[in-house]
């Protein structure tokens, strides 16, 4: 089974300066997507971004980019010049292309203060 | 557009009372999903729909049980409720089963189960 953890239960950043938040996975397929969602204080889960394990090019979405290392299982998050409105947690999620259910798998999150 | 819509918000259940969830979709999509969310854990799926007709068990499904209705209409049950079912649930929907399509998620049901 897969499984996503995320390192870091919190994180801050100053207004307009950038975050990067950590994602590592297990598993043994060749071929996935990879996501982030933003949950803020109302609950709504929102997609930023996603990654085909097969593109090797950075999914790009505005100020919200990834480092996707496939080797090393790791996704990471960047959000440039942050705003008062990232803050909420996000989600790293892993889904598989095939098996019954292509559940999305999540990680545990990392809720992001914005100081300003 | 409401996209998808879950009621109640709120809910708190005695031990073995029973409820249903429901959810709707105005999107026309094809894939329903109901997922749960515990403190400190991201969400885990308890029952998918593929399609209009077609259930089947996500991660944890004990102690539940859903209708796919119709297309629009996707409803979880907690036939005896138990103090472990106390979470926030979410229910999702998306164009297809492909991995690729965007899930997207209702606004959650608190429930509390005493």
């Known amino acids: 089974a897969q499984t996503v953890t995320q390192s870091q239960p919190e994180m801050s950043v100053q207004e307009a300066e950038t975050v990067t938040l950590s994602c590592t996975y297990d598993?043994?397929?060749?071929?996935?997507?990879l996501f982030w969602y933003k949950q803020p204080p109302s609950r709504q889960m929102i997609l930023v971004i996603r990654?085909?394990?097969?593109?090797?090019q950075n999914a790009t979405e505005n100020r919200f980019s990834v480092n996707f290392q496939k080797a090393a299982k790791s996704f990471s998050l960047k959000i440039s010049d942050s705003q008062l409105g990232d803050a909420a947690m996000y989600f790293c999620?892993?889904?598989?292309?095939?098996?019954?259910?292509?559940?999305?798998?999540f990680g545990s999150g990392t809720q992001l203060t914005v100081l300003p | 557009n409401a996209g998808v819509t879950q009621t109640p918000k709120f809910q708190v259940l005695k031990t073995g009372q029973s409820m249903t969830l429901q959810c709707a979709q105005d999107?026309?999509?094809?894939?329903m999903y109901w997922y749960r969310q515990d403190p400190g854990m991201g969400l885990r799926l308890i029952y998918y729909?593929?399609?209009?007709?077609?259930?089947d068990k996500g991660e944890v499904p004990n102690g539940y049980n859903v209708s796919r209705l119709n297309k629009r209409e996707f409803s979880l049950r907690l036939e005896s409720a138990a103090p472990s079912q106390t979470s926030v649930y979410f229910c999702?929907?998306?164009?297809?089963?492909?991995?690729?399509?965007?899930?997207?998620f209702g606004p959650g049901t608190r429930l509390t189960v005493l």
């Open positions: 990654q085909e394990a097969y593109k090797q």
């Open positions: 999107m026309n999509h094809n894939s």
């Open positions: 999702a929907s998306s164009v297809g089963a492909s991995s690729y399509n965007e899930q997207f």
């Open positions: 729909s593929a399609s209009e007709g077609t259930t």
């Open positions: 598993t043994s397929e060749s071929d996935y997507y």
């Open positions: 999620a892993y889904r598989s292309p095939s098996g019954s259910a292509r559940q999305l798998t």
